[in-house]
């Protein structure tokens, strides 16, 4: 089965909890290496999200990522926010009007997301940005839509690839972003924003995936 | 032709600051600021700053700067979000250099291609006088070309009868004073020969007051331009 436009939505205010829960986590990995706000930044973001989604009235997936994106740009604050915003808005379009997200689909708007992010910060990965937890995801769920696997398949293993990726940024050194200034310094730490894409995508795929 | 700018910084003050300094030397440019998050702490907002170029916008465009990378990120979305509707430009520049020599520029009247020229070549002051300025109004100056050799030329020996010689606002109601005319002109002071129509250049130059500085300008407005100069400094620039 696919993912509608009133699952995505649930997946979507699934994955606000997660965020709100994981709040001083990602302030504190922020305050390590940056400036101490990625959690507030993704709670307030995402705490607009939800409230412009409870109303409900989406036709189609690509409509729900569409909002979530001009939300994001308009209350996040920090760098995530037109990072997060343009992922957001590519996935969209990646989708275009279907009504039901299917696993190719799935990997089509993950990779929407992935150029979005590098169009907007011209990160690589291994620069210890979101990247380096949104690529890996991207290669993952290309690989198994490719194999055949649904939306819960596709997800699922774009959301392990992103936790390891996410993992991969701590011996990094930073070269871009804020935490690019501290140089060797920030070797040693876990992205704050990777983190925060791993939880997303994990967050989506226990939820946008379930049937 | 009124290019307007917009600062985008974290901070509120930071880019109130900005404008106010850049704005001292361009009264009529349009110049907002848009600094930190509605609720007063450090970030970049994207309706603060949609809203910023709306205003700063005459019609002939907007030049954005910012300060760190984010904020470049809020601006270039401000600016594609837009889609062709508005002329706008994120300029990769230093905020403050950047800022004064967009500000300067526009006040020159030079077109959105002049004020981002303006900005991006703005360089930091630290080098000294020695260091190559290219900072100024370069959309508003006339392009030098082969004729121009053939064409009239004059130089002057300027005493600064003001008190602080070429400072920030001497510097920038001289390089206002010659943006309309058709004349390449240059000023030296101690071998350093400068862009006459570069606030920074100028203000490089650390021609203080009672120092003497040659003016040439070489154009069809030639004696006009030498001539604006030597009443600006008889005037003791209108301190
Ligand atoms: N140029 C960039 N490309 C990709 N990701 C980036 C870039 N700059 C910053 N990031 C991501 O954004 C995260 C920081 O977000 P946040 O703290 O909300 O913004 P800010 O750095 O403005 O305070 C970083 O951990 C990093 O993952
Ligand atoms: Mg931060």
Known sequence: ??????????????????????????????????????????????????????????????????????????TVGGASGP???????????????????????????????????????????????????????????????????????????????????????????????????LGERSAGHLDPGARSTALLLRALADEAGAS | MTIGLVLVSHSARLAEGVAELAGQMAPDVPIQPAGGLPDGSLGT?????????????????????????????????????????????????PLVEGAVA??????????????????????????????EFAAGAAGARAEPTAEAVAEPSRSAEVVLRNQVGLHARPAALLARSIADLQAEVTVTFRGTEVDARSVLALMGLNAGGGETVTVQARGADADEAVQRILDLAERQFDE
């Not at chain 1, 696919?2 to 504190?28: F, K, N, P, S, Y």
């Not at chain 1, 929407?112 to 937890?133: F, H, I, N, P, Q």
């Open chain 1, 83 to 181: 990072l997060y915003g343009t992922a957001f808005l590519r996935a969209s379009t990646a989708l275009g009007d279907t009504s039901e997200v299917d696993g190719p689909g799935a990997a089509a708007a993950l990779r929407g997301a992935l150029d979005g992010v590098v169009a907007r910060g011209k990160a690589e990965v291994g620069d210890k940005t979101m990247v380096d937890a949104l690529a890996p995801a991207v290669e993952a769920a290309k690989a198994a839509a490719e194999a055949g696997g649904d939306v819960a398949a596709v997800l699922a293993v774009a959301a392990e690839a992103g936790e390891r990726g996410a993992e991969s940024t701590v011996p990094l050194v930073a070269r871009k972003g804020r935490a690019s200034y």
């Open chain 1, 1 to 74: 089965m696919g993912c509608t436009a009133e699952r995505l939505a649930l997946a979507l205010r699934a994955a606000a909890a997660v965020i709100a829960v994981h709040r001083d986590e990602l302030v504190e990995l922020d305050r390590a290496i940056g400036d101490a706000d990625h959690g507030e930044n993704m709670h307030r973001g995402f705490t607009a999200v939800v409230a412009k989604l409870v109303g409900g009235g989406f036709d189609t997936p690509g409509a729900v990522l569409k909002v979530t994106a001009t939300t994001l740009i308009s």
């Open chain 2, 45 to 93: 907002d994207y309706d603060l700053v949609s809203a910023a170029v709306e205003r700063a916008d005459r019609g002939d465009g907007v030049v954005l700067l910012y300060d760190l990378g984010s904020a470049q990120m809020t601006a270039e979305l401000v600016a594609e979000a837009d889609s062709g509707a508005r002329k706008l430009f994120v300029a990769d520049a």
């Open chain 2, 102 to 131: 967009a500000a300067v520029a526009a006040q020159g009247g030079a077109d959105l291609d002049g004020v981002a020229a303006a900005a991006a070549t703005a360089v930091g002051q630290a080098g000294g006088p020695e260091q």
